[in-house]
């Protein structure tokens, strides 16, 4: 339970702007001694060094994982607080980031309360999940194969892949790093439980989604 210090906080996401609007929320709050990073290896290292105590991770980012660098974080500093703060809504990527020891899951579209209530809640032991989070949890997955949501990226990277675009025409279609389309391709063979690309091409056209 937080015992009244200062604590370490790290934000580890790749769009700037984010970045320092989320900087500006926390440091708001005197007990957050603030740090960002857009880069997960970075952040991995500064967070080993540096004892930190709550992280901030979204799932895509330029140079790997959030879902990969939680369990790392978990596995080279256990007592640090990991909660996720993505777009990514789908049920799949929210319970894998629990099962690879985060601390919560909390979606971009919460208001600022909802984002420090969550900090709160898992430094007193809680999960922190934002409202959405939880009702996506609560909803029965066993109705047969539900289409997942896509955000505007992950539509145009399917669109591409559709085409036959390779990962490095994809990189320089969109202007992002060839690790970041690898990324969004792994959430989306995730989100449609396909097995390989030809399969998730497969399911999307039946869906009409392409």
Do not use: W
Request: hydrophobic fraction near 40%; proline fraction near 1%; aromatic fraction near 6%.
């Amino acid at each position: 339970m937080y015992d009244g210090n200062t604590l370490k906080l790290t934000i580890v996401d790749d769009y700037p702007m984010i970045l320092e609007g989320l900087k500006s929320l926390l440091e708001r709050n005197t007990k957050f001694q603030v740090f960002s990073f857009t880069k997960g290896s970075a952040a991995m290292d500064f967070i080993q060094e540096n004892k930190i105590d709550v992280v901030l991770l979204d799932i895509v980012l330029s140079d790997g994982s959030g879902l990969e660098f939680c369990k790392l974080i978990k596995q080279k500093v256990p007592q640090c607080i990991v909660i996720a703060l993505s777009n990514q809504a789908e049920r799949s990527i929210i319970f894998r980031f629990l099962e690879n020891g985060g601390n919560g899951y909390i979606l971009k579209n919460a208001d600022s309360r909802e984002i420090t209530d969550g900090i709160e809640k898992a430094l007193n032991g809680d999960l922190a999940l934002s409202r959405e989070v939880q009702e996506i949890m609560l909803r029965s997955s066993s109705s047969g194969f539900q289409l997942p949501r896509l955000t505007k990226r992950e539509k145009q990277i399917l669109q591409a892949i559709a085409k036959g675009n390779t990962s490095a025409q994809i990189a320089e279609q969109l202007f992002i790093s060839v690790i970041t389309v690898e990324t969004h391709r792994r959430n989306l063979l995730q989100k449609f439980k396909a097995k390989n690309m030809v399969e998730l091409i497969k399911i999307a056209t039946q869906n009409q989604l392409i």
